[in-house]
């Protein structure tokens, strides 16, 4: 599976951005497709995760209420809506997917393929 993720910007705190990650190749395999960000001198850190068939999602705390994780699968695309930013969501936001069912989701190291990522910045 290829992924390409885009949508990334500049906004300031209290706005909202959508984050679009388009699937290519054997995406009929894909199981979960997930979000994760990485800010500068700091680890890869999960954000949401959806179920590509039914859509069952999970958020870390950090952005649940405020993120929107979504999918639309006749058009192998996954979102993330995201709302009332802040400076600490500032990051570099990659779309990851696996074929594989794991108990644990929230892990970099349950997801086979990787987008190139797309900056987000968060201005107070």
């Known amino acids: 599976v290829q992924l390409q993720a885009c949508g990334g910007g500049l906004v300031q705190a209290g706005g909202s951005l959508r984050l679009s990650c388009v699937a290519s190749?054997?995406?009929?395999?894909?199981?979960?497709t997930a979000w994760f960000r990485q800010a500068p001198g700091k680890e890869r850190e999960f954000v949401a995760t959806?179920?590509?068939?039914?859509?069952?999602?999970y958020y870390a705390d950090s952005v649940k209420g405020r993120f929107t994780i979504s999918r639309d699968s006749a058009k192998n695309t996954m979102y993330l809506e995201m709302n009332s930013l802040k400076p600490e969501d500032t990051a570099v936001y990659y779309c990851?997917?696996?074929?594989?069912?794991?108990?644990?989701?929230?892990?970099?190291?349950?997801?086979?393929?990787w987008g190139q990522g797309t900056q987000v910045t968060v201005s107070s």
């Open positions: 990851s997917s696996t074929v594989a069912r794991r108990l644990v989701v929230s892990s970099s190291l349950v997801y086979d393929s």
């Open positions: 190749g054997r995406t009929f395999d894909m199981y979960r």
């Open positions: 959806i179920t590509w068939n039914i859509g069952t999602t």
